[in-house]
Nanobody, 123 residues
Framework: QVQLVESGGGLVEGGASLRLSCAAS????????IAWFRQAPGKEREIVAT????????YYADSVVGRFTISRDNAKNTVYLQMNSLKPEDTAVYYC????????????????WGQGTQVTVSS
């Protein structure tokens, strides 16, 4: 089992950057693929990015390609989401999620979730 805690959200102006962190408990962190999802008010939860157990094969939603970068440090049990050139439409609660094995694009494919961190981008 793994527990996830997100941090790094906040209120920024358009064009700014933020780095989200997802800290995981447990000694088998490297066995889990990790994803970042986001959910804006009145909208469904959507995939932002995923990363494999080893840190390879990152996937990005079309809306964040070229602006966001997902990475992980298995020695620190942490996954990061570097967000650059933020836009108002990036405003949402951002969640990290974990699944033992291979990463997927769908929320239902993940077994463990953090509590979320709010990102608000003003225009």
């Amino acid at each position: 089992q793994v527990q996830l805690v997100e941090s790094g959200g906040g209120l920024v102006e358009g064009g700014a950057s933020l780095r989200l962190s997802c800290a995981a408990s447990g000694r088998t962190f490297s066995s889990y693929a990790i994803a970042w999802f986001r959910q804006a008010p009145g909208k469904e939860r959507e995939i932002v990015a995923t990363i494999s157990r080893s840190g390879g094969s990152p996937y990005y939603a079309d809306s964040v390609v070229g602006r966001f970068t997902i990475s992980r440090d298995n020695a620190k049990n942490t996954v990061y989401l570097q967000m650059n050139s933020l836009k108002p439409e990036d405003t949402a609660v951002y969640y990290c999620a974990a699944v033992r094995g291979i990463n997927t694009y769908y929320p239902g494919g993940y077994d463990y979730w953090g509590q979320g961190t709010q990102v608000t981008v003003s225009s």
